[in-house]
Protein backbone atom coordinates (compact mmCIF):
# COMPACT_ATOMS: atom_id res chain seq x y z
CA UNK A 1 0.00 0.00 0.00
CA UNK A 2 0.97 3.88 -0.04
CA UNK A 3 -0.20 5.70 2.32
CA UNK A 4 -1.07 9.57 2.09
CA UNK A 5 0.59 11.60 5.10
CA UNK A 6 -0.92 14.77 3.37
CA UNK A 7 -2.36 16.16 0.90
CA UNK A 8 -2.25 19.85 0.92
CA UNK A 9 -3.96 20.84 -2.61
CA UNK A 10 -6.51 18.54 -5.02
CA UNK A 11 -5.18 15.40 -6.40
CA UNK A 12 -7.30 12.75 -8.12
CA UNK A 13 -6.85 9.53 -9.68
CA UNK A 14 -7.44 9.54 -13.70
CA UNK A 15 -6.18 7.65 -16.46
CA UNK A 16 -7.55 7.56 -20.23
CA UNK A 17 -11.15 8.76 -19.65
CA UNK A 18 -14.39 7.31 -19.82
CA UNK A 19 -15.80 8.20 -23.21
CA UNK A 20 -18.94 6.11 -24.27
CA UNK A 21 -21.48 7.29 -22.20
CA UNK A 22 -22.00 10.93 -22.90
CA UNK A 23 -25.61 10.12 -24.05
CA UNK A 24 -26.46 9.74 -20.25
CA UNK A 25 -24.53 12.39 -19.51
CA UNK A 26 -21.44 11.61 -17.98
CA UNK A 27 -18.20 13.18 -18.81
CA UNK A 28 -15.08 11.90 -20.34
CA UNK A 29 -12.77 12.72 -17.40
CA UNK A 30 -9.67 11.57 -17.71
CA UNK A 31 -5.95 13.05 -17.49
CA UNK A 32 -5.95 16.85 -18.10
CA UNK A 33 -2.54 15.80 -20.40
CA UNK A 34 -2.92 12.51 -21.51
CA UNK A 35 0.62 12.53 -23.25
CA UNK A 36 2.60 13.52 -19.72
CA UNK A 37 0.36 10.46 -18.24
CA UNK A 38 1.17 8.15 -21.08
CA UNK A 39 5.04 9.06 -19.89
CA UNK A 40 4.56 8.32 -16.36
CA UNK A 41 3.21 5.32 -17.36
CA UNK A 42 5.88 4.18 -19.45
CA UNK A 43 8.63 4.90 -16.75
CA UNK A 44 6.43 3.06 -14.56
CA UNK A 45 6.74 0.18 -16.65
CA UNK A 46 2.94 0.50 -17.48
CA UNK A 47 0.55 0.54 -20.36
CA UNK A 48 0.00 4.16 -21.02
CA UNK A 49 -3.75 4.83 -20.32
CA UNK A 50 -3.12 3.20 -16.82
CA UNK A 51 -4.63 4.91 -13.57
CA UNK A 52 -1.96 7.54 -12.44
CA UNK A 53 -2.58 10.60 -9.55
CA UNK A 54 -2.89 13.87 -11.46
CA UNK A 55 -1.34 16.19 -9.17
CA UNK A 56 -2.10 19.83 -9.22
CA UNK A 57 0.40 22.85 -8.06
CA UNK A 58 1.50 21.24 -4.78
CA UNK A 59 1.65 17.81 -4.30
CA UNK A 60 1.01 15.37 -1.58
CA UNK A 61 3.55 13.04 0.93
CA UNK A 62 3.11 9.78 0.74
CA UNK A 63 4.93 6.45 2.86
CA UNK A 64 5.37 3.44 1.33
CA UNK A 65 4.07 0.47 2.91
CA UNK A 66 6.16 -2.35 1.05
CA UNK A 67 8.54 -1.52 -1.83
CA UNK A 68 7.27 -0.22 -4.65
CA UNK A 69 8.66 1.75 -7.89
CA UNK A 70 6.96 5.31 -8.51
CA UNK A 71 7.45 7.53 -11.53
CA UNK A 72 6.68 10.92 -11.98
CA UNK A 73 6.21 13.22 -15.35
CA UNK A 74 6.27 16.96 -14.53
CA UNK A 75 8.23 19.48 -12.97
CA UNK A 76 7.88 18.43 -9.55
CA UNK A 77 10.42 20.00 -6.60
CA UNK A 78 10.68 15.85 -5.00
CA UNK A 79 12.56 14.68 -2.78
CA UNK A 80 12.56 10.17 -0.89
CA UNK A 81 12.97 10.82 2.79
CA UNK A 82 13.89 7.50 4.71
CA UNK A 83 13.17 6.01 7.52
CA UNK A 84 16.16 8.28 9.36
CA UNK A 85 14.86 10.90 8.41
CA UNK A 86 17.60 11.62 5.73
CA UNK A 87 16.72 12.90 2.59
CA UNK A 88 18.23 12.44 -1.45
CA UNK A 89 16.55 14.47 -4.69
CA UNK A 90 14.01 12.79 -6.91
CA UNK A 91 14.58 13.81 -10.30
CA UNK A 92 11.86 14.21 -12.91
CA UNK A 93 11.23 11.90 -15.59
CA UNK A 94 12.59 9.26 -14.23
CA UNK A 95 11.51 5.87 -12.33
CA UNK A 96 12.62 5.53 -8.48
CA UNK A 97 12.28 2.80 -6.15
CA UNK A 98 11.05 3.27 -2.52
CA UNK A 99 11.59 0.95 0.00
CA UNK A 100 9.25 0.01 2.62
CA UNK A 101 8.05 3.39 5.47
CA UNK A 102 10.76 5.59 2.50
CA UNK A 103 8.21 9.12 2.12
CA UNK A 104 7.73 10.65 -1.14
CA UNK A 105 7.36 14.39 -1.01
CA UNK A 106 6.46 15.55 -4.37
CA UNK A 107 6.31 19.61 -3.36
CA UNK A 108 5.80 21.96 -5.60
CA UNK A 109 4.91 21.73 -9.41
CA UNK A 110 6.30 23.89 -11.55
CA UNK A 111 4.25 22.42 -14.54
CA UNK A 112 1.09 23.48 -12.75
CA UNK A 113 0.21 19.58 -13.50
CA UNK A 114 1.93 16.30 -13.05
CA UNK A 115 1.19 12.47 -13.03
CA UNK A 116 2.70 10.09 -10.35
CA UNK A 117 1.98 6.28 -11.76
CA UNK A 118 3.33 3.49 -9.87
CA UNK A 119 4.40 -0.31 -11.16
CA UNK A 120 1.17 -2.35 -11.66
CA UNK A 121 -1.07 0.76 -11.34
CA UNK A 122 -3.47 1.78 -8.34
CA UNK A 123 -5.77 -0.42 -7.66
CA UNK A 124 -8.85 0.81 -7.83
CA UNK A 125 -12.60 -0.49 -8.37
CA UNK A 126 -13.78 0.43 -12.37
CA UNK A 127 -16.49 2.64 -12.51
CA UNK A 128 -18.43 2.89 -16.19
CA UNK A 129 -15.29 1.18 -17.42
CA UNK A 130 -12.62 3.92 -15.67
CA UNK A 131 -10.80 4.54 -12.63
CA UNK A 132 -10.96 8.05 -13.61
CA UNK A 133 -12.14 10.63 -10.75
CA UNK A 134 -15.33 12.53 -11.25
CA UNK A 135 -15.72 14.23 -7.91
CA UNK A 136 -19.32 16.25 -9.27
CA UNK A 137 -20.86 12.79 -9.46
CA UNK A 138 -18.73 11.09 -6.81
CA UNK A 139 -17.51 8.95 -10.26
CA UNK A 140 -13.99 6.76 -9.68
CA UNK A 141 -10.92 7.33 -7.62
CA UNK A 142 -11.31 6.70 -4.45
CA UNK A 143 -14.76 7.29 -3.20
CA UNK A 144 -15.17 9.94 -5.81
CA UNK A 145 -13.49 12.56 -4.21
CA UNK A 146 -9.88 14.06 -4.32
CA UNK A 147 -7.06 12.57 -2.57
CA UNK A 148 -6.77 13.04 1.44
CA UNK A 149 -4.92 12.37 4.32
CA UNK A 150 -5.69 8.94 5.89
CA UNK A 151 -5.86 7.46 2.48
CA UNK A 152 -4.13 3.87 1.76
CA UNK A 153 -4.08 3.10 -1.48
CA UNK A 154 -2.93 -0.12 -2.98
CA UNK A 155 -0.53 -0.81 -5.73
CA UNK A 156 -1.02 -3.41 -8.24
CA UNK A 157 2.79 -4.78 -8.06
CA UNK A 158 5.62 -4.59 -5.24
CA UNK A 159 8.60 -5.36 -4.89
CA UNK A 160 9.34 -4.65 -8.30
CA UNK A 161 12.74 -2.13 -9.31
CA UNK A 162 12.79 0.15 -12.29
CA UNK A 163 15.27 2.15 -13.30
CA UNK A 164 14.35 4.28 -16.33
CA UNK A 165 14.80 7.87 -17.54
CA UNK A 166 13.50 10.54 -20.45
CA UNK A 167 16.69 11.96 -21.78
CA UNK A 168 14.81 14.60 -23.29
CA UNK A 169 11.56 15.69 -21.76
CA UNK A 170 9.07 17.49 -23.38
CA UNK A 171 8.12 21.09 -22.92
CA UNK A 172 4.95 23.37 -23.41
CA UNK A 173 4.81 25.55 -25.95
CA UNK A 174 4.45 28.97 -25.76
CA UNK A 175 2.69 29.65 -29.06
CA UNK A 176 -1.09 30.60 -29.46
CA UNK A 177 -3.74 27.85 -29.13
CA UNK A 178 -4.76 27.01 -32.53
CA UNK A 179 -8.45 26.66 -32.75
CA UNK A 180 -11.41 25.41 -35.84
CA UNK A 181 -14.02 28.21 -35.92
CA UNK A 182 -17.74 27.39 -34.69
CA UNK A 183 -19.78 25.35 -34.39
CA UNK A 184 -21.84 28.70 -33.72
CA UNK A 185 -18.93 31.34 -35.37
CA UNK A 186 -22.24 32.73 -37.19
CA UNK A 187 -23.22 34.01 -33.52
CA UNK A 188 -20.63 36.58 -33.35
CA UNK A 189 -19.74 39.71 -35.09
CA UNK A 190 -16.79 40.00 -37.60
CA UNK A 191 -15.08 42.17 -34.47
CA UNK A 192 -15.28 39.68 -32.08
CA UNK A 193 -14.09 36.97 -34.08
CA UNK A 194 -10.94 39.48 -35.09
CA UNK A 195 -11.06 40.40 -31.40
CA UNK A 196 -10.92 36.79 -30.51
CA UNK A 197 -8.10 35.92 -32.36
CA UNK A 198 -5.86 39.21 -31.73
CA UNK A 199 -5.97 40.02 -28.18
CA UNK A 200 -4.63 38.51 -25.13
CA UNK A 201 -6.51 36.83 -22.83
CA UNK A 202 -5.83 36.08 -18.88
CA UNK A 203 -6.91 32.82 -17.19
CA UNK A 204 -8.86 33.56 -14.31
CA UNK A 205 -9.25 32.32 -10.51
CA UNK A 206 -12.79 30.27 -12.03
CA UNK A 207 -10.45 27.44 -13.28
CA UNK A 208 -10.33 24.06 -12.42
CA UNK A 209 -10.82 20.85 -14.31
CA UNK A 210 -14.32 21.56 -15.55
CA UNK A 211 -12.82 24.64 -17.41
CA UNK A 212 -10.99 27.54 -17.40
CA UNK A 213 -13.16 31.25 -17.43
CA UNK A 214 -11.00 34.00 -19.61
CA UNK A 215 -10.47 37.78 -18.56
CA UNK A 216 -10.05 40.20 -21.24
CA UNK A 217 -11.83 41.58 -23.78
CA UNK A 218 -15.50 40.84 -24.34
CA UNK A 219 -16.75 38.46 -27.29
CA UNK A 220 -19.59 40.81 -28.89
CA UNK A 221 -22.42 38.26 -30.28
CA UNK A 222 -24.84 39.24 -33.21
CA UNK A 223 -27.33 40.76 -32.39
CA UNK A 224 -29.78 38.62 -34.74
CA UNK A 225 -28.88 35.50 -33.29
CA UNK A 226 -28.51 36.57 -29.13
CA UNK A 227 -26.47 35.40 -26.24
CA UNK A 228 -28.82 31.66 -26.12
CA UNK A 229 -29.14 28.66 -28.13
CA UNK A 230 -30.80 25.50 -27.81
CA UNK A 231 -28.47 23.05 -26.07
CA UNK A 232 -26.11 21.13 -28.07
CA UNK A 233 -22.97 18.90 -27.43
CA UNK A 234 -20.05 20.27 -26.38
CA UNK A 235 -16.63 18.21 -25.93
CA UNK A 236 -13.68 19.30 -24.00
CA UNK A 237 -11.71 22.10 -26.22
CA UNK A 238 -15.43 23.89 -26.84
CA UNK A 239 -15.04 27.52 -26.41
CA UNK A 240 -18.41 29.08 -25.17
CA UNK A 241 -19.40 32.26 -24.83
CA UNK A 242 -22.18 33.62 -22.36
CA UNK A 243 -23.94 36.49 -22.81
CA UNK A 244 -20.97 38.66 -20.21
CA UNK A 245 -18.71 38.14 -23.44
CA UNK A 246 -15.99 36.58 -21.57
CA UNK A 247 -15.49 32.97 -22.85
CA UNK A 248 -15.05 30.00 -21.26
CA UNK A 249 -12.68 26.94 -22.29
CA UNK A 250 -14.02 23.69 -21.40
CA UNK A 251 -11.77 20.93 -20.10
CA UNK A 252 -11.61 16.81 -18.99
CA UNK A 253 -14.60 17.33 -16.89
CA UNK A 254 -17.11 19.50 -18.81
CA UNK A 255 -21.18 18.84 -18.89
CA UNK A 256 -21.79 16.84 -22.17
CA UNK A 257 -24.48 19.65 -23.18
CA UNK A 258 -24.62 23.46 -23.21
CA UNK A 259 -26.82 26.40 -23.98
CA UNK A 260 -23.85 29.01 -24.85
CA UNK A 261 -23.12 29.89 -28.65
CA UNK A 262 -19.70 28.09 -29.24
CA UNK A 263 -17.00 30.34 -31.12
CA UNK A 264 -14.33 28.41 -31.93
CA UNK A 265 -13.20 24.62 -30.49
CA UNK A 266 -9.24 24.24 -29.74
CA UNK A 267 -8.07 21.34 -31.57
CA UNK A 268 -6.83 18.43 -29.96
CA UNK A 269 -3.21 18.57 -30.30
CA UNK A 270 -2.94 21.67 -28.40
CA UNK A 271 -5.45 20.35 -25.23
CA UNK A 272 -2.66 19.02 -23.18
CA UNK A 273 -1.83 22.53 -22.69
CA UNK A 274 -5.07 24.04 -21.43
CA UNK A 275 -4.68 21.70 -18.52
CA UNK A 276 -1.12 23.66 -17.52
CA UNK A 277 -2.80 27.29 -17.88
CA UNK A 278 -2.78 28.70 -14.15
CA UNK A 279 -4.78 31.82 -12.66
CA UNK A 280 -2.55 34.79 -14.37
CA UNK A 281 -1.16 33.27 -17.45
CA UNK A 282 -1.98 34.83 -20.63
CA UNK A 283 -3.28 32.75 -23.14
CA UNK A 284 -3.44 33.93 -27.36
CA UNK A 285 -5.62 32.11 -30.22
CA UNK A 286 -4.81 31.77 -33.81
CA UNK A 287 -7.57 29.90 -36.54
CA UNK A 288 -6.82 26.57 -38.52
CA UNK A 289 -8.18 24.20 -40.94
CA UNK A 290 -9.66 20.95 -40.00
CA UNK A 291 -7.16 19.60 -42.18
CA UNK A 292 -4.53 21.46 -40.39
CA UNK A 293 -6.02 20.21 -36.66
CA UNK A 294 -5.33 16.49 -38.03
CA UNK A 295 -2.06 17.27 -39.30
CA UNK A 296 -1.03 18.54 -35.90
CA UNK A 297 -2.70 15.66 -34.23
CA UNK A 298 -0.98 13.29 -36.06
CA UNK A 299 2.23 14.75 -35.28
CA UNK A 300 1.59 15.15 -31.88
CA UNK A 301 0.68 11.58 -31.49
CA UNK A 302 4.00 10.75 -33.43
CA UNK A 303 6.24 13.35 -31.04
CA UNK A 304 4.73 11.33 -28.03
CA UNK A 305 5.62 8.11 -29.84
CA UNK A 306 9.22 8.83 -30.20
CA UNK A 307 9.47 10.35 -26.93
CA UNK A 308 8.72 7.03 -24.70
CA UNK A 309 10.86 4.98 -27.72
CA UNK A 310 13.58 7.57 -26.30
CA UNK A 311 13.52 5.87 -22.67
CA UNK A 312 16.34 4.81 -21.30
CA UNK A 313 17.65 2.39 -18.36
CA UNK A 314 18.14 5.09 -15.59
CA UNK A 315 21.95 5.98 -14.28
CA UNK A 316 22.59 6.07 -10.82
CA UNK A 317 22.93 9.61 -9.04
CA UNK A 318 24.99 11.13 -6.94
CA UNK A 319 23.20 12.19 -3.72
CA UNK A 320 24.89 15.66 -4.08
CA UNK A 321 23.35 16.57 -0.27
CA UNK A 322 25.54 13.75 1.41
CA UNK A 323 28.49 14.70 -0.79
CA UNK A 324 28.72 18.15 -0.19
CA UNK A 325 28.26 17.20 3.57
CA UNK A 326 31.03 14.38 3.44
CA UNK A 327 34.49 15.23 4.77
CA UNK A 328 36.47 14.75 1.92
CA UNK A 329 39.62 15.75 2.17
CA UNK A 330 41.49 14.39 5.86
CA UNK A 331 44.84 14.09 7.00
CA UNK A 332 46.61 16.43 3.91
CA UNK A 333 50.41 17.14 4.26
CA UNK A 334 53.01 19.21 2.29
CA UNK A 335 54.90 16.18 0.73
CA UNK A 336 57.99 18.83 -0.30
CA UNK A 337 58.09 19.40 3.63
CA UNK A 338 57.93 15.77 4.54
CA UNK A 339 61.68 14.53 5.98
Not at 120 to 136: H, I, N
Not at 255 to 266: D, E, F, L, N, R
Not at 302 to 329: K, M, R, T, W
Request: aromatic residues 6%; charged residues 20%; glycine residues 10%.
Amino acid sequence: MIEVLDCPMPASFQDAGRPGYRHLGVPLSGALDADWLAIANALAGNPPGTVALEVHLLGPRLRAKAPVTIAMAGEFSARIEDAAGQSRAASNWRSHALATDEILVTGNLRSGIGYLAVHGGFDLPQVLGSRSTYARAGLGGIDGRSLRAGDCITVGATNTRLSLRLPRPPHLPASPLRVIPGPQREYFTDAAWACFLNAEFTVSREADRMGLRLDGARLEHDSAYGADIVSDAVTPGTIQVPGDGRPIILLADCQTVGGYPKIATVIGADLPRLGHALPGQTLHFVEVSIAQALAARRQAAAELAECIAGIAPGSAEFNLDALYAANLIDGVIDAQQAN
